[in-house]
């Protein structure tokens, strides 16, 4: 069975910083893509950054770029995102998702989330 | 970036009744090396993650039931859910994987009239 799992979630002030982690299971981790992505309390789904099988090639939204890192450890079966300078409208849950094996960007296995609250 | 337009916001339709969703895309996602469109449909139930429906604008994943289907018409799209029951009340969410960012629509809440 697939299992993805987030943790690090937390409250946090504006301008701190948070990392978030995925911990993967129930399939070789380091032959898919993986990406991020979130939802403000309320709202919908936003797509936050996204990463390739070794790590190479990374793509993030605009509004992250600059100060979210994806990152993975493929020995670890784990996927990363640190979060630096968070603002209060990066409060989200977020979610990791499995790229599809056959096309990495068709998100074919979710995580039930984590909660990131950015508020002084 | 593609910008992903959902309508309607929310629809109420009858049990057994028909269900249509509405996705535009800003520009077309259509890659013409393999003629496919690049756009996905998943289905977000109230305190889960989203779960994938259909790829490729009109490929149901395995184990989706076959009253959920999609078409597409350029850089419209639509998803239909032929007779509505009890447990597809969600929000369902139209995406591009075309280009990166892989922008999501805003939602379309399905209930139940």
């Known amino acids: 069975e697939v299992l993805l799992v987030e943790s690090g979630g937390d409250l946090v002030q504006p301008g701190g910083s948070l990392r978030l982690s995925c911990a993967a299971s129930?399939?070789?981790?380091?032959?898919?893509?993986m990406t991020w992505v979130r939802q403000a309390p309320g709202k919908g789904l936003e797509w936050v950054a996204n990463?390739?099988?070794?790590?190479?090639?990374?793509n993030y939204v605009a509004s992250v770029r600059g100060r979210f890192t994806i990152s993975r450890d493929n020995a670890k079966d784990s996927l990363y995102l640190q979060m630096n300078n968070l603002r209060a409208q990066d409060t989200a849950v977020y979610y990791c998702?499995?790229?599809?094996?056959?096309?990495?960007?068709?998100?074919?296995?979710w995580g039930q989330g984590i909660l990131v609250t950015v508020s002084s | 970036d593609i910008v992903m337009t959902q309508s309607p916001d929310s629809l109420a339709v009858s049990l057994g009744e028909r269900a249509t969703i509405n996705c535009k895309s800003s520009?077309?996602?259509?890659?013409?090396?393999?003629?496919?469109?690049?756009l996905a449909w998943y289905q977000q139930k109230p305190g889960q993650p989203p779960k994938l429906l259909i790829s490729w604008a009109s490929t149901r994943e395995s184990g989706v039931p076959d009253r959920f289907s999609g078409s597409e018409s350029g850089t419209d799209f639509t998803l239909t859910i032929s007779s509505l029951q009890a447990e597809d009340v969600a929000i369902y969410y139209c995406q591009q994987y075309y280009s990166p960012p892989h922008t999501f629509g805003g939602g379309t809440k399905v209930e139940i009239q």
């Open positions: 990463i390739r099988q070794d790590g190479n090639d990374r």
């Open positions: 520009q077309s996602v259509l890659h013409t090396s393999n003629n496919k469109h690049y």
């Open positions: 129930g399939f070789t981790f380091s032959n898919h893509w």
């Open positions: 998702a499995r790229g599809r094996r056959d096309y990495g960007f068709i998100l074919d296995n």
